[in-house]
C-alpha cells in the first residue's frame, strides 16, 4: 500500500498538467481572441452604392475600391502606380498604344474567370454611349481595344493620354464581371481579396475574407470587416471611446480630437488628403461673371481664420486647385491674400460700391456651414451679405448645384487626386471657361516627360490662382483615429480609400 502512494503522484500531475493544457487550448480558441481578426471602421458619410464606374461620392470607393473591386493597375500608399490584375505593360514609342499582360488563374467571386475579354467588356462599358461612369473622360482618348489572346489586352489611342496609366488606378476604372456588373449596386462582385456580404441600408455594410484570393503575395489577416455609418460627431467620439468602433480613419469632428490625447487605448493620426475645400462660383451669373468681384471676394477671406474656425485649425491654406501633396505644387495663397482694403476698391471698380447680395448653398457636412459661417462675417467685412441655404447632400445638392446649376455659390470638398482639369470641363458646375487653360491640360497629356508636365501643372494652378473661379480656401487633413493595436490603415490619403489588404490586429 505505502509503495502506491507516490507512484500516484505522478499520475496526478500528468493529469493536472493534461489539465491546464486542455484549458489554455479553450481560452486561446476562445471568441475574445477570434475577435482580433474581425474589424469595425466608421464612416462618417453612407455610400449611395457599391459600383464605383457607375457614381462619384468618394464614399463608394472607400468600402469596395481595392477590398472588392481591383483594376488592371493600382495606387498604393504612396501615390504611385502599380501593377494588379495587369502584371505588366508596354507603351508604344508614339504613346498611342498600350499593351497589357494579364494575370492568370484569376477569378471573380461568382467563380467567373478573368481574362482579356472581361476586361475588355469592362472598359467598353465604362466608355460606351450609354456609360455613366462618373469618370468618362478618362476613356476618351481610347478609339480601340482588343483582346488578341486571353492574356493580352491593348489600348490603341486616338491621342497620347499621359495621365491615363493613372486614371485606370481609380476606383471609377476598376474591372466588373460580365456576369454581375448589371447588380454591382447593390452586391458587388470583383476579384479582390475581401467579399461583399450584407448591405443594412442607414447602418452598415459587411465584408469577409476571400478565401479563393488570387494574389499569393498578399497576405490577408482580417477575416471580417463592418463598415459602420455615423454622421454624428458627438455619437462618432461615443463609438470610439466605448469600443463600438475600432477605427475613424477620416473622424469628422476635428473639435473633439483634443479629448482623445490622453486616450490609452486609441491613437490619433494626422495625415495628409487630396480633400481640396473651395467655395465654388457660378461664373456664368452675375456678379460672379466679372473675375474683379471674384478677385475680391477672394482678397476678402482670411484662409487661417477659416482653417481656425471650420477646421479647429488643422488644414493648409491654398492658392489654387491643388495640394501640396501633388507633383508640381506652386504655393499661390500670395496672389490674393488677405486685404480687404483691395478688395472693397476691386469692387468699386466692378460696379459694387456698396457691395451686393448672393446666397451660398452649403452641403450638410460638417466642414461646409462652418467655412461659411466665417466667410459670412469676413464679406460682411467688405459691404457683402451672403446668406447661407443648407442643402442635403449629395440628392439635393447634386440636383441643384451639380447638374441643375442653379446656384450662385457653393462650398465642397473635392477629393479627386489630380483633378484641376474639372476647370477645363464643359459643362461643369462652375462655368469656367479659359481656351488657355484648356491649352495647357492639352500639353500635359501630349507629352511622357514628367518634369515638363510638373512645369505645365505649375503654369495651370497660375492661372486659376489668377482668374479665381472659385474660392480656394484649404485642404482637409486626415484625422484619424484609431485602436493603438490596430496596424497597416494608410495613414495619408493620396486617393480616398479604406484598403484592408495590409490591416492586422497587433498581438
Same mark, same amino acid.
Given at each position: &500500500?505505502?509503495?502506491?502512494?507516490?507512484?500516484?503522484?505522478?499520475?496526478a500531475l500528468?493529469?493536472?498538467?493534461?489539465?491546464?493544457?486542455a484549458?489554455?487550448?479553450?481560452i486561446?480558441?476562445?471568441?475574445?481572441?477570434?475577435?482580433?481578426?474581425d474589424?469595425?471602421?466608421?464612416?462618417t458619410?453612407?455610400?449611395?452604392?457599391?459600383?464605383?464606374?457607375?457614381?462619384?461620392?468618394?464614399?463608394?470607393?472607400?468600402v469596395?475600391?481595392?477590398?472588392?473591386?481591383?483594376?488592371?493597375?493600382?495606387?498604393?500608399r504612396?501615390?504611385?502606380?502599380?501593377?494588379?490584375?495587369?502584371?505588366?505593360?508596354?507603351?508604344?514609342?508614339?504613346g498611342?498604344?498600350?499593351?497589357?499582360?494579364?494575370?492568370?488563374?484569376?477569378?471573380?467571386?461568382?467563380?467567373?474567370v478573368?481574362d482579356?475579354?472581361?476586361?475588355?467588356?469592362?472598359l467598353?462599358?465604362?466608355?460606351?454611349?450609354?456609360?455613366?461612369?462618373?469618370?468618362?473622360?478618362?476613356?476618351?482618348a481610347?478609339?480601340?481595344?482588343?483582346?488578341? @489572346?486571353?492574356?493580352? +489586352?491593348v489600348?490603341? +489611342?486616338?491621342?497620347?493620354?499621359?495621365?491615363?496609366?493613372?486614371?485606370?488606378?481609380?476606383?471609377?476604372?476598376v474591372i466588373?464581371?460580365?456576369?454581375?456588373?448589371?447588380?454591382?449596386?447593390?452586391?458587388?462582385?470583383?476579384?479582390?481579396?475581401f467579399?461583399?456580404v450584407?448591405w443594412?441600408?442607414?447602418d452598415?455594410?459587411?465584408?469577409?475574407a476571400?478565401?479563393?484570393?488570387?494574389?499569393?503575395?498578399?497576405?490577408?489577416?482580417?477575416?471580417?470587416?463592418?463598415?459602420?455609418?455615423i454622421?454624428?460627431?458627438?455619437?462618432?467620439?461615443?463609438?470610439?471611446?466605448?469600443?463600438?468602433?475600432?477605427?475613424?480613419?477620416?473622424?469628422?469632428?476635428?473639435?473633439?480630437?483634443?479629448s482623445?490625447? @490622453?486616450?490609452?487605448?486609441?491613437?490619433?493620426?494626422?495625415?495628409?488628403?487630396?480633400l #481640396?475645400?473651395?467655395?465654388? &462660383?457660378?461664373?456664368?451669373?452675375?456678379?460672379?461673371?466679372?473675375?474683379?468681384?471674384?478677385?475680391?471676394? &477672394?482678397?476678402? +477671406?482670411?484662409?487661417?481664420?477659416?482653417?481656425?474656425?471650420?477646421?479647429?485649425?488643422?488644414?493648409?491654406?491654398?492658392?489654387?486647385?491643388?495640394?501640396?501633396n501633388d507633383?508640381?505644387?506652386v504655393? +499661390?495663397?500670395?496672389?490674393?491674400?488677405?486685404?480687404?482694403?483691395?478688395?472693397?476698391?476691386?469692387?468699386?471698380?466692378a460696379?459694387?460700391p456698396?457691395?451686393?447680395?448672393?446666397?451660398?448653398?452649403?452641403?450638410?457636412?460638417?466642414y461646409?456651414?462652418?467655412?461659411?459661417?466665417?466667410?459670412q462675417?469676413?464679406?460682411a467685412?467688405?459691404?457683402?451679405? &451672403?446668406?447661407?441655404?443648407?442643402?442635403?447632400?449629395?440628392?439635393?445638392?447634386?440636383?441643384?448645384?451639380?447638374?441643375?446649376?442653379?446656384?450662385d455659390?457653393t462650398?465642397v470638398?473635392?477629393?479627386?487626386?489630380?483633378?484641376?482639369?474639372?476647370?477645363?470641363?464643359?459643362?461643369y458646375?462652375?462655368?469656367? #471657361?479659359n481656351?488657355?487653360f484648356?491649352d495647357?491640360l492639352?500639353k500635359?497629356e501630349?507629352?511622357?516627360?514628367?518634369?515638363?508636365q510638373?512645369?505645365?501643372?505649375?503654369?495651370?494652378?497660375?492661372?486659376?490662382?489668377?482668374?479665381?473661379?472659385?474660392?480656394f480656401?484649404?485642404?482637409?487633413?486626415?484625422?484619424?483615429i484609431?485602436?493603438k493595436?490596430?496596424?497597416?490603415?494608410?495613414?495619408?490619403?493620396?486617393?480616398?480609400?479604406?484598403?484592408?489588404?495590409?490591416?492586422?490586429?497587433?498581438?
Open positions: &500500500m505505502t509503495d502506491a502512494l507516490p507512484a500516484a503522484k505522478p499520475r500528468r493529469s493536472l498538467a493534461f489539465s491546464l493544457a484549458t489554455v487550448a479553450v486561446l480558441s476562445s471568441p475574445a481572441v477570434a475577435a482580433q481578426k474589424l469595425t471602421l466608421g464612416m458619410i453612407e455610400p449611395t452604392g457599391l459600383d464605383p464606374t457607375i457614381a462619384a461620392p468618394v464614399a463608394i470607393g472607400q469596395t475600391w481595392q477590398n472588392v473591386f481591383e483594376g488592371l493597375v493600382t495606387i498604393d504612396d501615390g504611385k502606380i502599380q501593377p494588379q490584375l495587369a502584371k505588366s505593360w508596354a507603351i508604344s514609342g508614339d498611342l498604344t498600350y499593351t497589357f499582360k494579364l494575370e492568370d488563374g484569376v477569378k471573380f467571386h461568382d467563380g467567373e478573368f482579356s475579354s472581361v476586361a475588355k467588356a469592362s467598353e462599358r465604362a466608355r460606351g454611349a450609354d456609360s455613366v461612369n462618373p469618370q468618362k473622360r478618362f476613356f476618351a481610347i478609339d480601340t481595344i482588343e483582346a488578341p @489572346d486571353a492574356a493580352t +489586352l489600348l490603341k +489611342l486616338k491621342e497620347p493620354a499621359g495621365s491615363l496609366l493613372y486614371w485606370l488606378g481609380w476606383p471609377s476604372s466588373v464581371g460580365t456576369k454581375s456588373a448589371t447588380e454591382a449596386k447593390t452586391a458587388p462582385i470583383g476579384t479582390g481579396p467579399k461583399f450584407s443594412a441600408k442607414g452598415k455594410v459587411e465584408l469577409a476571400n478565401p479563393d484570393y488570387w494574389n499569393e503575395d498578399v497576405k490577408v489577416k482580417l477575416d471580417k470587416v463592418t463598415f459602420r455609418f454622421a454624428d460627431p458627438q455619437a462618432q467620439a461615443a463609438a470610439l471611446k466605448s469600443g463600438d468602433i475600432d477605427a475613424f480613419p477620416e473622424f469628422g469632428a476635428p473639435e473633439l480630437v483634443e482623445f490625447k @490622453d486616450d490609452a487605448k486609441l491613437t490619433t493620426v494626422i495625415g495628409n488628403t487630396e #481640396k475645400v473651395v467655395a465654388g &462660383m457660378n461664373n456664368e451669373r452675375k456678379p460672379f461673371n466679372d473675375k474683379r468681384v471674384r478677385q475680391a471676394l &477672394m482678397m476678402a +477671406l482670411d484662409r487661417a481664420v477659416i482653417v481656425d474656425g471650420a477646421w479647429s485649425g488643422y488644414g493648409t491654406p491654398i492658392g489654387s486647385h491643388y495640394t501640396p507633383r508640381g505644387y504655393d +499661390l495663397t500670395g496672389t490674393y491674400p488677405y486685404d480687404p482694403e483691395r478688395a472693397k476698391a476691386l469692387l468699386a471698380e460696379g459694387y456698396d457691395g451686393f447680395t448672393f446666397t451660398i448653398k452649403t452641403p450638410q457636412m460638417a461646409a456651414p462652418r467655412s461659411a459661417q466665417v466667410m462675417a469676413l464679406f467685412e467688405i459691404g457683402v451679405t &451672403m446668406n447661407i441655404e443648407p442643402t442635403e447632400f449629395p440628392a439635393k445638392w447634386v440636383q441643384d448645384v451639380f447638374k441643375g446649376r442653379d446656384f455659390m462650398i470638398a473635392h477629393a479627386e487626386p489630380m483633378d484641376i482639369d474639372i476647370y477645363a470641363r464643359d459643362p458646375y462652375f462655368g469656367y #471657361k481656351p488657355a484648356n495647357i492639352k500635359i501630349a507629352t511622357a516627360d514628367t518634369a515638363e510638373d512645369r505645365l501643372y505649375g503654369e495651370a494652378q497660375k492661372i486659376l490662382a489668377e482668374d479665381v473661379p472659385a474660392l480656401l484649404f485642404v482637409m487633413p486626415k484625422l484619424g484609431w485602436d493595436k490596430l496596424k497597416g490603415l494608410w495613414e495619408n490619403e493620396p486617393i480616398p480609400s479604406n484598403v484592408l489588404t495590409e490591416v492586422y490586429w497587433e498581438e
